[in-house]
């Protein structure tokens, strides 16, 4: 069983800066990606950035050049750096992650989700 627990959401005021994390455990032989998403209430979870391991990036063009997203291999956790932040990042973020847990090449990598945690910005 793989799972991932994400921390450092909170309360920021605009123009502040939050540093999430996920720290991924369990049965895992390789990430293949991980990635945060973001869910603000009453709209589609969407993505925000995600990291491949071949150390590939994409953001979505509402946090390029304000968000960072990084990755410790030893530690397992990926990092989600959130810089001048605005109060439409308001939102419950959520870390993913494609994960094959076997070594077998039958078996396929899944995808995985954290609880997800809670960002607030104050205008």
């Known amino acids: 069983q793989v799972q991932l627990v994400e921390s450092g959401g909170g309360l920021v005021q605009a123009g502040g800066s939050l540093r999430l994390s996920c720290e991924m455990s369990?049965?895992?032989?390789?990430?293949?990606?991980m990635g945060w998403y973001r869910q603000a209430p009453g709209k589609q979870r969407e993505l925000v950035a995600t990291?491949?391991?071949?150390?590939?990036?994409n953001y979505a063009d509402s946090v390029k050049g304000r968000f960072t997203i990084s990755r410790d291999n030893a530690k397992n956790t990926v990092y989600l750096q959130m810089d001048s932040l605005k109060p439409e990042d308001t939102a419950v973020y959520y870390c993913?992650?494609?994960?094959?847990?076997?070594?077998?090449?039958?078996?396929?990598?899944?995808?995985?989700w954290g609880q997800g945690t809670q960002v607030t910005v104050s205008s």
């Open positions: 993913n992650a494609d994960i094959k847990f076997s070594r077998l090449a039958a078996i396929p990598s899944r995808s995985f």
């Open positions: 369990g049965s895992i032989f390789r990430i293949n990606s």
């Open positions: 990291l491949t391991g071949g150390d590939s990036t």
